[in-house]
């Protein structure tokens, strides 16, 4: 990612920011149905089911998919169920849920933004990648970025711009998608 992309008049991820590049994300049927099917039943059951994580697994780290199929079921649910637990420190629960086998910061912070969105924000290389080139990160990496900093800067540049973690993280998304001018 370089600052060839065609930035925003004002150099700032704002409302006009999230207003001018989420409408150009394409948010597909797997995504609608993790967030509007498979979210609602995982905070119900405060964990996720083999199936559940292997849907988001596969939306989000498709090349580790190999390794997801073989992890036990079991362990999905006790590992999830911990990390989900209301009881369990914040900081703990991303490098909790990395403790199964392929799953990395990407992954681990999509499943607790589906548990969550409004608590929780996805961070994975395009994300860290826009918040880097405008400064608001030291690394584009998302392997080098704390994810308690990047979720409160998330939250605090959705709050700032009038919308959901959510809504910022496909606004960056999209904006990565920019061909360079």
């Known amino acids: 990612m370089t600052s060839s992309h065609e930035n925003n008049s004002s150099g700032v991820i704002d409302t006009a920011f999230v207003l001018r590049f989420e409408p150009q994300y394409t948010v597909t049927d ?6 509007d099917s498979i979210g609602p039943k995982v905070v119900k ?20 998919q190999a390794t ?3 992890i036990n079921s079991d362990d999905i649910e006790y590992v999830t169920a911990v990390a989900l637990d209301e009881d369990t420190p914040n900081h703990l629960r991303l490098p909790f849920l990395k403790v199964l086998p392929g799953v990395g910061g990407p992954l681990a912070s ?16 395009r994300a860290t990648g826009v918040l880097h080139e405008y400064n608001l990160l030291d690394s584009a990496n998302p392997n080098q970025t704390d994810y ?11 709050k700032g711009a009038n919308c959901a973690p959510l809504d910022l993280y496909r606004a960056l998304i999209a904006y990565s998608r920019q061909p360079n001018t």
């Open 148 to 158: 308690q900093s990047y979720r409160k800067l998330v939250k605090s540049l959705a």
């Open 110 to 125: 999509t499943l607790l933004t589906v548990f969550n969105p409004k608590k929780y924000s996805i961070m994975d290389s």
């Open 68 to 70: 997801f199929e073989n």
């Open 45 to 64: 059951r405060e964990s996720y089911k083999h199936k559940q994580f292997l849907k988001v697994a596969e939306w989000k780290a498709i090349a580790a």
């Open 30 to 35: 797997t995504e609608a149905e993790i967030f």
